[in-house]
């Protein structure tokens, strides 16, 4: 049977997947962080990177994170690449863009259908793929709180949670450690130290959750 708490769950997924595709899709636009600092994720992301500094610590004047941010990800020069198949060990060409995986996870997203707006990027930016995951929530968040009978609703449900946990499990999970590695290794301002820490704790967690074995997230029966 769903519960009311596993609705909760999914939506506050959905809630941090959304705020970490906007933080590391584009240089934080001053609108950008108020709607973020509204969800409250400012807040937990200095709680769970272990950062005593209060929320006004991190929103810096926004040209500062602009430029920060395009440091770390844009270039020129050195830069922390935000794509996936740069850092898979299971590509042939490991540390280029558009790898074999690239066109994997591009054909698996549009198998199932989901409303993406980054597609104008290469389908492997770490924002694409906490998208895909963020949708993925609403739809299960959406199905459990619709006013369909669960008879209806469960084998829906069902396959989103199994769709979740093969796209994390085989798009996001084995790299997203060394790409937050390199972010470290950038010496990062403390807005983007934080996030770095925040991501990996999230990830962990969710490598727990998702994992081919565990049926924590979703159950219905």
């Given at each position: 049977?769903?519960?009311?708490?596993?609705?909760?769950?999914y939506e506050?997924?959905?809630?941090?997947?959304?705020?970490?595709?906007?933080?590391?899709?584009?240089?934080?636009?001053?609108?950008?962080?108020?709607?973020?600092e509204?969800?409250?994720?400012?807040q937990?992301?200095?709680e769970?990177?272990?950062?005593?500094?209060?929320v006004?610590?991190?929103?810096?004047?926004s040209?500062?994170?602009?430029?920060?941010?395009t440091?770390?990800?844009?270039?020129?020069?050195?830069?922390v690449?935000?794509?996936?198949?740069?850092?898979?060990?299971?590509?042939?060409?490991?540390g280029?863009?558009?790898?074999?995986?690239?066109?994997?996870v591009k054909?698996?997203?549009?198998?199932?259908?989901?409303?993406?707006?980054?597609?104008?990027i290469?389908?492997d930016h770490?924002?694409?793929?906490f998208?895909?995951?963020?949708?993925?929530?609403m739809k299960v968040?959406?199905?459990m709180t619709?006013?369909?009978?669960?008879?209806?609703?469960?084998?829906?449900?069902?396959?989103?949670?199994q769709?979740?946990?093969d796209?994390f499990?085989?798009?996001?999970?084995g790299?997203?450690?060394?790409f937050?590695?390199?972010?470290?290794?950038?010496?990062?301002?403390l807005?983007?130290?934080?996030?770095?820490?925040?991501?990996?704790?999230?990830?962990?967690?969710e490598?727990?959750?998702?994992?081919?074995?565990?049926?924590?997230?979703?159950?219905t029966?």
């Amino acid at each position: 049977m769903t519960k009311p708490s596993d609705a909760r769950i999914y939506e506050s997924r959905a809630v941090v997947y959304g705020a970490m595709t906007r933080l590391y899709l584009a240089p934080p636009e001053p609108e950008i962080l108020i709607d973020v600092e509204r969800t409250g994720f400012l807040q937990l992301m200095l709680e769970v990177g272990g950062e005593e500094a209060g929320v006004g610590s991190l929103l810096v004047d926004s040209d500062e994170l602009s430029a920060e941010f395009t440091r770390l990800f844009l270039g020129p020069g050195h830069h922390v690449s935000p794509h996936a198949s740069v850092y898979r060990k299971d590509e042939p060409q490991s540390g280029e863009l558009w790898g074999h995986s690239t066109g994997e996870v591009k054909r698996f997203m549009e198998h199932y259908g989901l409303t993406l707006h980054q597609s104008a990027i290469i389908p492997d930016h770490i924002a694409v793929l906490f998208e895909f995951m963020q949708q993925v929530q609403m739809k299960v968040h959406e199905l459990m709180t619709s006013d369909r009978p669960e008879s209806e609703t469960k084998v829906e449900i069902d396959l989103a949670v199994q769709v979740e946990r093969d796209f994390f499990n085989n798009y996001i999970s084995g790299w997203i450690d060394s790409f937050l590695d390199a972010v470290e290794k950038a010496n990062p301002c403390l807005f983007y130290a934080v996030l770095a820490r925040f991501t990996r704790l999230f990830m962990a967690n969710e490598r727990s959750d998702l994992s081919p074995d565990s049926c924590t997230h979703g159950s219905t029966n």
